[in-house]
Nanobody, 123 residues
Framework: QVQLVESGGGLVQAGGSLRLSCAAS????????MAWFRQAPGKEREFVAT????????YYADSVKGRFTIFRGIAENTVYLQMNSLKPEDTAIYYC????????????????WGQGTQVTVSS
């Protein structure tokens, strides 16, 4: 059981950057995998990136490899998504997610979700 609060969304021009934050509370994250998903209008939620809290193992969707970086701030119990070279097709509501998953990361199985933060990329 963990509560997640996202922040950092906004409007940015194509080619620009944003950093999203997801502050976690209610549980220690040592045995968790943390992830970012996104949902564009009319589409299902799409996996973006994940990181294991212990060890920092990462896994990215092909669509964001080389542009996005997921990282964690251990002291502040926060996971971040640094988004560079943003494209209009990155426009979506971005959700933070978490699951108990010691030593593993994957794109599925998340059962804790934040409220989402809107990212809009203009051309």
């Amino acid at each position: 059981q963990v509560q997640l609060v996202e922040s950092g969304g906004g409007l940015v021009q194509a080619g620009g950057s944003l950093r999203l934050s997801c502050a976690a509370s209610g549980d220690t994250l040592t045995s968790y995998a943390m992830a970012w998903f996104r949902q564009a209008p009319g589409k299902e939620r799409e996996f973006v990136a994940t990181i294991s809290w212990s060890g920092g193992l990462r896994y990215y969707a092909d669509s964001v490899k080389g542009r996005f970086t997921i990282f964690r701030g251990i002291a502040e119990n926060t996971v971040y998504l640094q988004m560079n070279s943003l494209k209009p097709e990155d426009t979506a509501i971005y959700y933070c997610a978490a699951k108990v998953s010691p030593n593993r990361v994957s794109a599925t199985g998340y059962d804790n979700w934040g409220q989402g933060t809107q990212v809009t990329v203009s051309s």
